[in-house]
């Protein structure tokens, strides 16, 4: 079974567990927010994704193993967003450093993809 994308980003960013819905309503437009720019990479389903609540796992966006490293991406941008405040700046520009080379790195196999989908491969 998936994990669902909510819980994870939770239990990655700060240990928040599961049951702990306080941040749910900040938390969900953040990570929706990097789905989309996802999206504009070219990576996920053509005509979008969000989520609503702790329902929708990470196989309902990607099953593509050359993708897995979608969850640490949107891990590091949520955390980068919302748990920012008391990191130090350096922490802070290291988690911004490795979210740039995984947003490269997935518009790089999100051209690869759409390539083998263009060669019918």
Do not use: H
């Not at 005509?47 to 993708?67: E, H, M, V």
């Not at 911004?96 to 993809?113: D, H, S």
């Amino acid at each position: 079974m998936s994990k669902s994308i909510l819980t994870s980003v939770k239990e990655n960013i700060s240990g928040i567990t599961e049951d702990y819905t306080a941040f749910d309503n900040i938390l969900i437009p953040i990570i929706n927010a990097e789905f989309a720019k996802l999206c504009q990479l070219g990576v996920g389903p053509a005509d979008g994704f969000s989520i609503a609540d702790k329902t929708a796992t990470w196989d309902q966006f990607t099953t593509d193993p050359r993708l897995n490293f979608i969850e640490e991406y949107v891990t590091l941008r949520v955390k980068i967003l919302f748990d920012s405040s008391d990191t130090p700046s350096f922490v802070v520009e290291a988690l911004k450093q490795a979210a740039a080379e995984y947003e490269w790195r997935l518009q790089i196999a999100a051209e690869e993809l759409a390539s083998e989908k263009d060669d019918g491969i």
